[in-house]
Nanobody
């Protein structure tokens, strides 16, 4: 069992930055690929970024490439999402997720564990 707790959300203006954190407890954090998803009101939860076990590879949804950076610290059992140049369309609840085996990392069903989410609101 893995428990995930996100933090770092808030209300900012367009162009500002935020850094989200997700701390994991339970089974070996380093065994899991970690991802961030987001969900805006009335929309489905969508993929934002993923980092593989060991941090050797990352990928992002097109709309955040060049603005968001995912990273992990396996000694601290944490994964981060640095969000720069935020836009109003980035407004959503952000969730971290963990998976030991990922076949389609855009698919929410591939992830075994989820956090409770942290709200990010970007005003224009």
């Amino acid at each position: 069992q893995v428990q995930l707790v996100e933090s770092g959300g808030g209300t900012v203006h367009s162009g500002d930055s935020l850094k989200l954190s997700c701390v994991a407890s339970g089974r070996a954090f380093s065994d899991y690929a970690m991802a961030w998803f987001r969900q805006a009101p009335g929309k489905e939860r969508g993929f934002v970024a993923i980092i593989t076990r060991g941090g050797s590879a990352t990928d992002y949804t097109d709309s955040v490439k060049g603005r968001f950076t995912i990273s992990r610290d396996d000694e601290k059992n944490e994964v981060y999402l640095q969000m720069d140049s935020l836009k109003p369309e980035d407004t959503a609840a952000y969730y971290c997720a963990a998976a030991r085996i990922v076949r389609n990392y855009h698919y929410t069903g591939d992830y075994e564990y989820w956090g409770q989410g942290t709200q990010v609101t970007v005003s224009s």
